[in-house]
């Protein structure tokens, strides 16, 4: 056997917070892949495999619809044992197995209990971690979304020492920068240069390490920058805490919920994205993103949406007979009011 059928298959994991950019980025590591079998394993929260389908239509040459894994029967870091090992061993299993491993995780994941299956006896000699990378959605960042009023929490403790003061927003984002090896600053555009100066600023205050922190636009990161890190993040572990490692790897999302909403045709993009605003808005969304179809337009229009902020692009040619109806997967923190965001998004926008 040959030295190089003996090395193991680098691995990079893209984690990020829900809506950050991770799938645009891994079009970007695609587009210039010049080649290379790169496989990518796909995470969702929710029953819908939106991103999965994204890089699926995406035109790029070279990618393989069957080089492209779509999981969505829980958070990778809940399903190690029933999902995700069996997805590698079959990976490097093939008669051409890839050079290379992408894996975007779900929004919400926690990178950790990920980063611990790759110590598995399957895995362990066939695969190695090299980098974490993590997306960061510095707008979000800028108007405070992750961030606790640390003066109101000090006087609610001080009132009540009892009361659980855990932000499940701030603690998975907290764990995704705690576990990487770069951290991709993105959407750095929609910022001035002192917003981002403040941004970047906290989020090396957030991170338990000195890491570094490049700055991008629309995921545009040369993979040469990305791939080859060379970390070998799971002999590692101990430099990356998690708010969850007394958990022993059992981690529930029980603080988020999602639901798919069909959408009938659309009379135009722009009524379409100002609806999906108001909903968000009213209803406190952190994340929507689907497909729908616009009268008189052949393509599929994609959209994609942080709270209220949306991108949206015409990807994909729609058959001719085909159902012109479409999909939005809606997340948010418990307690969404389902029936009110479904009424409002079951009529076409006015």
């Given at each position: ?9 680098p691995v990079t994991i893209i984690t990020g917070f829900l809506g950050a950019g991770k799938t645009t980025l ?133 009132a009540d020492p009892s009361l659980d003061h855990d932000n499940p927003l701030a603690e998975v984002f907290e ?176």
């Open positions: 056997m040959s030295a190089a059928s003996l090395s193991r298959v891994l079009r970007h590591i695609l587009h210039k892949a010049q080649g290379h079998r790169i496989a990518v394993v796909v995470n969702e929260f929710g029953s819908l495999g939106i991103d999965g389908e994204i890089l699926r239509g995406c035109g790029i040459e070279g990618c393989r619809d069957d080089d492209i894994v779509e999981l969505t029967n829980g958070c990778l870091c809940c399903t190690v044992a029933d999902d995700f090992l069996p997805t590698m061993e079959a990976l490097l299993d093939r008669a051409d197995p890839p050079e290379h491993v992408v894996i975007e995780t779900s929004g919400l994941a926690l990178p950790k209990p990920l980063l611990k299956a790759f110590g598995w006896p399957t895995v362990r000699n066939r695969m190695t971690v090299d980098g974490v990378i993590t997306v960061v959605d510095a707008p979000a960042i800028a108007t405070g979304r992750f961030a606790d009023d640390p003066d109101a929490v000090a006087q609610q403790r001080a764990d995704q920068l705690n576990a990487a090896d770069l951290i991709v600053l993105n959407k750095t555009d929609l910022l001035s240069a002192e917003e981002l100066a403040q941004v970047e600023a906290e989020v090396r205050r957030l991170s338990p390490r000195p890491i570094k922190i490049i700055r991008a636009t629309e995921g545009k990161v040369d993979p040469a920058v990305l791939l080859g890190l060379g970390a070998a993040a799971e002999a590692d572990l101990d430099a990356r805490p998690s708010h969850h490692d007394a958990e022993d790897g059992e981690h529930e999302h029980d603080d988020f919920e999602s639901f798919v909403v069909p959408v009938p045709e659309q009379a135009s993009v722009e009524a379409f994205l100002t609806q999906l605003q108001d909903v968000a808005s009213t209803f406190d969304v952190l994340r929507m993103k689907g497909f729908a179809s616009v009268q008189g337009k052949p393509m599929r229009l994609a959209v994609q949406g942080v709270g209220t902020r949306f991108r949206h692009e015409f990807d994909q040619p729609l058959p001719a007979g085909a159902d012109r109806s479409g999909r939005i997967v809606v997340i948010g923190q418990k307690g969404l009011n389902e029936a009110g965001i479904r009424a409002a998004l079951s009529h076409g926008a006015a």
